[in-house]
């Protein structure tokens, strides 16, 4: 089962469609073995194939939308994603760590984009395009993208003992996704440390240029980080300085809210 688990989680992004060549070789299995899973999944109805290729099917939904019908954190969490999201027109998540990256697990409904967000407490960026970019920003439910380059994946490695984050940083690479990433190990855990201190976390176009976000953790009653709240804007629509003087409150009441439910 894990050798088949392995072979399904070979598809993303980058690798849509595989043969067993190439499924053997992500999966870290022989051709035989991989062919066999490939065969075996595409029988399950889990994968598509033209007979050398092979590709995920509409079926493995099944396996996501089991865990967000049945996952408490994402049915707690989302009517206050929704409710920031109207309140600022910003777009925010709630966030787990998963080895070395972070998983979207509930994001804010669509908002009014553009032109139309002013007025008090709305964050009108007189931008345009480069605003609407970010609102629409192309994230979805089962996201995943690096700790280290996130303000999220800091926020939720911050809660982590001192020792747990020199393992973490010792076990995993940091590839370099735009001029700002941080991938010095030092700097980054002096970084994650700073989280730990302020309690919350900001980075600026590390993951992708034109972002900015800003993350909190979010408590369980016994003082646990299950996840990390986050909101989502560009530089040129929010400074760094304005998005934690005037979301960074936002976020932490609503952590607080949160907290008893979690």
């Not at 999944?41 to 194939?49: F, P, R, V």
């Not at 911050?158 to 990433?181: C, E, F, I, N, Q």
């Amino acid at each position: 089962m894990a050798k088949g688990l392995a072979v399904l989680e070979s598809f993303d992004t980058e690798r849509q469609r595989l043969n067993a060549t190439l499924a053997a070789e992500r999966a870290g299995l022989t051709r035989a073995a991989a062919r066999r899973h490939l065969l075996t999944l595409a029988y399950l109805g889990y994968l598509e194939s033209d007979g050398q290729y092979f590709w995920l099917a509409p079926k493995v939904l099944r396996l996501a939308g089991s865990y967000l019908a049945s996952a408490r954190l994402p049915r707690v969490v989302q009517p206050t994603l929704n409710r920031l999201a109207a309140q600022t027109q910003l777009p925010f998540s709630a966030v787990v760590l998963e080895g070395r990256e972070v998983v979207i697990v509930a994001r804010s409904a669509a908002t009014p984009q553009g032109d139309a967000v002013r007025g008090p407490g709305r964050y009108s960026s007189g931008q345009g395009a480069s605003a609407d970019r970010v609102l629409a920003y192309g994230l979805h439910l089962g996201s995943r993208l690096p700790a280290h380059a996130t303000s999220t994946g800091r926020m939720l490695l911050a809660t982590r003992p001192k020792s747990a984050v020199r393992d973490w940083l010792r076990g995993h690479p940091l590839p370099r996704l735009t001029a700002y990433t941080q991938t010095d190990a030092p700097a980054l855990r002096a970084a994650i440390d700073q989280a730990r201190a302020d309690d919350c976390c900001l980075a600026s176009e590390e993951h992708e240029l034109g972002v900015l976000a800003l993350a909190v953790p979010l408590r369980d009653l016994q003082g646990h980080a299950v996840a990390a709240l986050n909101v989502v804007t560009a530089p040129d629509r929010l400074s760094p300085e304005r998005l934690k003087r005037d979301l960074l409150p936002l976020l932490q009441d609503a952590a607080r809210e949160l907290r008893p439910m979690l």
